[in-house]
């Protein structure tokens, strides 16, 4: 599949198989994760790869109940490091180190897709909560969950704004 194809293909994922994901696929998940581009090459971010089903399920209750994430085998948090402030100041730390988690976690789940899994970006959640249920350091502030495992179904493609109302072109 041409890269494309796979942005194509990818979906949010909320129903999955009891199907535990082969090592070496995580592994390739977390080099997806660290060769994503950041502002400075700093890397501001940090990710919990979380598989204990406790956990799972606070984290599930912690996101407005959304309990499909405690379903699947394997929930990913993204977080932000503060401290990249002290290279950008308030801007590093309001905008460029969500930015680099965000490009982390598309890297992450188009490899997701490719490898026939699927996750769904969820970033409704209490963020004290799951600072809490994960023991994050000060430095630390969640901005992604991101259930991942093999798909029970997929929902058909939704629809997209026409180019015309998302490009502008200027010439």
Not at 7 to 25: A, C, G, M, Y
Not at 111 to 131: I, Q, R, Y
Not at 134 to 160: D, H, M, Q, W, Y
């Amino acid at each position: 599949m041409s890269i494309l194809e796979i942005i194509k293909k990818r979906r949010s994922i909320r129903d999955f198989q009891e199907k535990t994901i082969p090592q070496e696929v995580i592994e390739k998940l977390i080099e997806a994760l660290i060769w994503a581009p950041s502002a400075g090459n700093l890397q501001s971010r940090k990710f919990y790869f979380v598989f204990n089903q406790e956990i799972k399920e606070g984290l599930a209750k912690a996101s407005l109940n959304q309990m499909f994430i405690a379903r699947s085998p394997l929930v990913i948090v993204g977080c932000l490091n503060k401290n990249i402030k002290n290279y950008y100041g308030k801007r590093g730390e309001d905008l460029y180190a969500i930015c680099d988690v965000s490009a982390s976690v598309e890297n992450m789940l188009l490899v997701a897709t490719e490898m026939s899994l699927g996750g769904c970006w969820v970033g409704a959640f209490d963020e004290k909560e799951v600072s809490k249920i994960l023991n994050l350091p000060e430095n630390l502030r969640p901005i992604v969950i991101c259930p991942i495992g093999f798909p029970a179904k997929t929902p058909s493609p939704p629809s997209r704004l026409p180019k015309s109302k998302a490009i502008e072109l200027i010439e």
